[in-house]
């Protein structure tokens, strides 16, 4: 496989510096650390500009070309960790407690970072790498803060690409699709008022916890009857809290759950329905119910021109047996869609191999796929700068 012979040479500092990161795991903006060393390490290679704080607490780093001026392209990794306790007995297991890398970010910034470094090495490309290292992922939306300030804008950036590994994709395979490939995540809150009474003498209240069951069945009748069979919708509550007394009906409920739509008036139809669903099931018990929606990432939307080109990168590095290019949406979210609003551009995935899924506290980075990854960013980079 054509790993770039130079990155292979690197895959031991990278991996150190993953570990590291995998070690110091911080969470959401508060990524002082991390950040920290992303720029000393962006300087330290001889970039042409580093620039922290945007979006709160991003680094943007920006590497020019030797072969003259041109287009700029921006690549993008996320920085932050999850509230999480690892599982894991590694030499390099989290050091914070209640903290951990559970979906490999440490491993996407190492990764960057590594490419970074090479690229400000050679510089065989013509115009500008924009180098974006994101917080806050793990909604906080530090993509879209990054967009908001003025990150495209000021670093003239042209088209914009994101990669994330994939546990359960065999290593150094690649995946990918044009189009809705991430699902828009939004959030609902519903707080229900009954009237308290005593549990041996319901019919002198109204039982919330009993319209809270039947908002939730009634609320599952919005996939299965209002959106079209041949479209994606998740509508799931999460959490129910009532009560504190196993002889008290409760005074009031609290649902809270998350609904997920890769279209964007399915979305609007679902956010309207669940309105009219949660009113109307809690007055027919003679309750009072309100909704509240939380709309949070968009629907990551790969455009097809910049999804073809990534996919021919991927090749180059992993062979065309590798890369699936007809990788099917899923239904998990990402706020690199802010970025892909902003400009056009692909996100990928990348194999982790056989690991534990991401978002559980058994799951480690696969520092196998650095030179893959790595090897990826390099080659789409100077491709896409050719000149």
Known sequence: MPIVNRIADLAVDITEWRRDLHAHPELL????????????????????EVVPGIGRTGVVGVIRGRKGPGRAVGLRADMDALPIEEANDLPYKSTVPGKMHACGHDGHTAMLLGAAR?????RNFAGAVVLIFQPAEEGGAGGKAMVDDGMMERFA????????????MPLGAFGINSGPIMAAADYLTIDIDGVGAHAARPHLGIDPVLVGAQIINAMQSVVSRNVDPLKSAVVSITMF?????DNVIPQTVRLRGTARTLDEDVRVMIEERLHTIVESTAAAYGAKAKLSYRRNYPVLVNHD???DFAASVAQQVAGESNVNTALPAMMGAEDFS????ARPGAFIWI?????????????????EAIPFGTSYWVKLAETALAG
């Open 29 to 48: 903006y508060d990524v002082s650390r991390t950040a920290g060393l992303v720029a000393e390490k962006l300087r330290e290679f001889g970039c042409d």
């Open 118 to 122: 090479y690229l400000a090495e050679t």
């Open 157 to 168: 950036v042209d088209e914009v690409y994101g990669m994330h590994n994939a546990p359960g």
């Open 241 to 245: 809290q009532a009560g504190n007394a």
């Open 305 to 307: 021109k910049q999804t």
């Open 338 to 341: 802010f970025m892909l609003n």
């Open 351 to 367: 194999g982790n191999g056989d690991s534990a899924g991401l978002h559980h506290p058994s799951y480690n980075f696969n520092d």
